[in-house]
């Protein structure tokens, strides 16, 4: 029998605590196995919300989650009516929204098992937002089932996260992401195994880079960085060089995001409506959206900033390896020769010192250094012998 389990990748442990729950919550009351709030934690790319997808599935199909029933397939298309999959669009959950929610889940279970909101991004509620979900999760005797996803339990504010059980999920490794690229995507071994090398374990990033001629090209000309640091104007120009594709990156992906957002608020509306008050509180509406693009923009070029110096760390991982005689897991395979090359050429320690330089220039930019200065000084470090 197949399982909606089975698809969570590398996450053994979890599936199987999952898979009492689902056993145990067949006797329809809540107990040590199955409790009504979960928290699923992992690193981005680890499949959290497929983890609590999977649960929803599971506890709502007669078959423990067969992944093939009427029940599984909506549930995970959003088409159940005892499945809610909250998916954020803007950058967080809003207290108007989680009451709505919960005026939303307030009914009983229409097949009369259990009803599951899945939050994906529990670390987004606003902290008035948090509070109104606190009093729903409290309450004891529910049909409701809330299974929030977020990177760190950290990220949970503590009131909430006391109430709930706690699954950490893995990073899958390098193996489990090129099997699933494989058996699921249909993607060649070789481009397969190339994808799950050089995005580490991240499921989403690997079928995007393995998918994605220009993606594969940005990583390309951002791995030729470190060959190109002959003289000190070298070094600023890969330093304004790296911040361009990191910012073209990111504004490719955000760009057709804003404009269908602002459609789809503008039809909420009801476009064209002639009515002024309709019209200002339309206009308002936009104001805010944009305000919030903004910031999600800046915020995704230093992600493509950050990813782009993580593919910089691993050709010096790279060179380190060579250097101490490991080749076997060299991640960026296709550099084989200018890695070996530039291994034979440069002193043992330095690739260790350019190493905890990215590290260093990736925690400033944490704390929101300036970008083009942080990367100057940074591609000046790199390029000394
Ligand atoms: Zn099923």
Not at 42 to 59: E, K, N, Y
Request: proline share 3%; net charge neutral.
């Amino acid at each position: 029998m197949s399982s909606v389990f089975e698809d969570l990748v590398g996450q053994e442990h979890i599936s199987h605590i999952l898979m009492g729950a689902v056993s145990a919550s067949r006797t329809g009351s809540v107990s040590q196995e199955m409790t009504h709030a979960w928290v699923f934690t992992g690193p981005p790319g680890s499949g959290r919300s497929s983890a609590a997808v999977a649960f929803a599935q599971a506890l709502i199909c007669s078959n423990h989650g067969c992944g093939d029933c009427n029940e599984c397939q909506s549930a995970a298309t959003g088409g159940h009516p005892d499945v809610e999959v909250i998916r954020t669009e803007g950058l967080s959950i809003k207290v108007e929204e989680i009451r709505e929610l919960l005026t939303r889940v307030a009914w009983a279970p229409s097949m009369g098992g259990w009803r599951v909101v899945v939050m994906e991004d529990a670390d987004r509620l606003t902290e008035s937002a948090a509070n109104a979900l606190l009093k729903a999760i409290e309450e004891t005797g529910t049909r409701t089932v809330w299974l929030l996803c977020a990177p760190t339990l950290h990220d949970v504010l503590p009131t909430i996260r006391s109430r709930c059980r706690h699954l950490q999920l893995r990073t899958p490794s390098i193996e489990a992401v090129k099997q699933v690229l494989i058996k699921r995507d249909n993607i060649s071994p070789t481009m397969a195994d190339f994808a799950a090398r050089v995005s580490q374990g991240h499921i989403g990033r690997a079928k995007y880079f393995a998918t994605n001629e220009s993606v594969r090209s940005n990583r390309r000309m951002i791995m030729q960085l470190p060959l190109q640091l002959g003289s000190l104007a070298a070094a600023f120009q890969a330093a304004q060089s790296l911040i361009d594709i990191a910012t073209e990156e990111a504004s490719a992906s955000s760009e057709s995001r804003d404009e269908k957002e602002i459609e789809k608020l503008q039809e909420a509306y009801g476009k064209g409506a002639t009515g002024r008050g309709m019209a200002t509180g339309a206009a308002k509406a936009v104001k805010e959206l944009e305000k919030e693009q903004k910031s999600r923009a800046t915020r995704m070029v230093r992600d493509s900033i950050d990813g782009a110096l993580l593919g910089l760390a691993t050709f010096y991982r790279d060179v380190l390896m060579v250097q101490s005689g490991v080749t076997g897991s060299m991640i960026n395979s296709d550099m084989r020769f200018e890695i070996e090359n530039y291994a034979s050429n440069c002193p043992d320690h330095s690739a260790v010192e350019k190493l905890r330089a990215i590290m260093e220039a990736r925690n400033h930019l944490a704390m929101n250094a300036a970008p083009l200065v942080t990367c100057e000084a940074l591609m000046c470090v790199l390029a000394r012998k």
